[in-house]
């Protein structure tokens, strides 16, 4: 098994007043030669957007884009015409396909909201751009890893236009989980979102990374009060 582990505080960073931000990959004014992308998985932000705040209208192509509030809520417009909230516990997926423009806003007038936004690239060009949003909410079984995302329309959680897999897990307690890889060639990476847990001889703490390949399954050991996002995805691109 291989693994590199990204510690919160290596990613870059850039506080612009409204919006404080967090890069685990190249992105915006960051650069890393060695943290261009893991596989098919090229962006993962952690943004703080102050209240009533937010990304205005602006374009994507050819990216799979995924939003998950992990507490707040974000105001999404297209000009598909989709207008919608999405709130913690939601799953938000837009694929941009042949050039889709969306704005992105904090409706609250007092409280942050705070976002994972990450990009998967797809595993085809010029689709017919399409949004989709759920609630995972009943979809969360605790103190278990529980699929949020896959490359199935008819399987548990959204779909994307790449053979990619998301889960996240909430531990009330300490437990041992097992992952193991639909595709023993793709790679996983594993996102502490809060809390602790250890692979392996690494210790991740929250907001800390790891990126592992060339293994068929994964084993977590996590403490109480630890939260998960674990992103299965294509190494080849």
Same mark, same amino acid.
């Given at each position: *098994?291989? #693994?590199?582990?990204?510690?919160?505080?290596?990613?870059?960073?850039?506080?612009?007043?409204?919006?404080?931000?967090?890069?685990?990959?190249?992105?915006?004014?960051?650069?890393?030669?060695? &943290?261009?992308?893991?596989?098919?998985? &090229?962006?993962?932000?952690?943004?703080?957007?102050?209240?009533?705040?937010?990304?205005?209208?602006?374009?994507?192509?050819? *990216?799979?884009?995924?939003?998950?509030?992990?507490?707040?809520?974000?105001?999404?417009?297209?000009?598909?015409?989709?207008?919608?909230?999405?709130?913690?516990?939601?799953?938000?997926?837009?694929?941009?396909?042949?050039?889709?423009?969306?704005?992105?806003?904090?409706?609250?007038?007092? @409280?942050?909201?705070?976002?994972?936004?990450?990009?998967?690239?797809?595993?085809?060009?010029?689709?017919?751009?399409?949004?989709?949003?759920?609630?995972? &909410?009943?979809?969360? #079984?605790?103190?278990?890893?529980?699929?949020?995302?896959?490359?199935? @329309?008819?399987?548990?959680?959204?779909?994307?236009?790449? @053979?990619?897999?998301?889960?996240?897990?909430?531990?009330?307690?300490? @437990?041992?989980?097992?992952?193991?890889?639909?595709?023993?060639?793709?790679?996983?990476?594993?996102?502490?979102?809060?809390?602790?847990?250890?692979?392996?001889?690494?210790? /991740?703490?929250? &907001?800390?990374?790891?990126?592992?390949?060339? #293994?068929?399954?994964?084993?977590?050991?996590?403490?109480?009060?630890?939260? /998960?996002?674990?992103?299965?995805?294509?190494?080849?691109?």
């Amino acid at each position: *098994m291989k #693994t590199i582990i990204h510690k919160a505080s290596s990613r870059g960073h850039a506080n612009h007043g409204w919006l404080d931000t967090h890069h685990t990959f190249s992105f915006a004014n960051y650069y890393n030669p060695e &943290r261009i992308h893991f596989g098919a998985l &090229r962006v993962l932000n952690d943004d703080v957007v102050d209240p009533g705040k937010g990304f205005g209208m602006h374009p994507h192509d050819n *990216m799979e884009i995924i939003t998950i509030p992990l507490e707040g809520d974000l105001e999404h417009k297209d000009n598909m015409g989709n207008q919608a909230v999405i709130k913690e516990g939601d799953v938000q997926v837009m694929s941009a396909g042949t050039g889709v423009f969306h704005s992105e806003f904090n409706p609250n007038s007092d @409280k942050a909201v705070n976002l994972l936004q990450i990009w998967v690239f797809p595993d085809r060009k010029n689709i017919e751009p399409r949004y989709d949003q759920i609630s995972i &909410r009943d979809l969360k #079984t605790e103190n278990a890893l529980f699929q949020v995302l896959s490359p199935d @329309k008819d399987d548990q959680g959204v779909w994307i236009y790449q @053979k990619a897999w998301f889960s996240m897990g909430h531990f009330t307690t300490a @437990k041992s989980v097992e992952y193991e890889l639909k595709n023993q060639t793709d790679g996983v990476y594993v996102f502490v979102l809060e809390g602790q847990a250890f692979i392996g001889e690494s210790r /991740l703490e929250k &907001r800390d990374g790891i990126a592992i390949s060339e #293994t068929d399954k994964i084993k977590i050991n996590t403490e109480k009060g630890t939260s /998960l996002l674990v992103m299965e995805v294509p190494m080849q691109i």
